[in-house]
């Protein structure tokens, strides 16, 4: 069993775009791969004329695995999927976006659980907790 959800699709993982977002939007819907980006400059082999590259995965096993036995590899990030997300155009100012968006995260954020139809409303609503951010950890 793996610690962190497996990619939504195993046969998609390797296909998606290599430049996508970078974090943010607070809320996630699926995994889609892990990814670990290799890097020439850091003692990658170099396999694209000096660029920086990645792998995919189904697990971050997988991707951790990988990333512990290769030279100039970064720590694995996932690849989500937001169906919708928060943004937060200025601290404090939060705004219920409903369009698709694709990003690389951090592992650690993948301990929040997956958004509900409640999670965005709940964490806008005028009588959400103080700190809003236990709404998006499941402590509220």
Known sequence: MSKYPVAKDSDLVGEYPALVNIGGGYVWDDVLEY???????????????????????????????????????????????????????????????????ITEWHIDFLSRPKRTVRTIPDFLSPDAPENRLDILRGKA
């Open 35 to 101: 990814r670990v980006w290799c890097s020439p400059r850091n003692g990658a082999p170099d396999e694209e004329d000096g660029n920086d590259y990645y792998y995919a995965f189904v697990t971050y096993e997988e991707a951790e695995t990988f990333a512990s036995r290769r030279p100039g590899t970064e720590k694995p990030l996932a690849l989500i999927v937001q169906e919708e997300y928060i943004a937060e155009p200025e601290q404090g100012n939060y705004i219920h976006v409903k369009e698709q968006r």
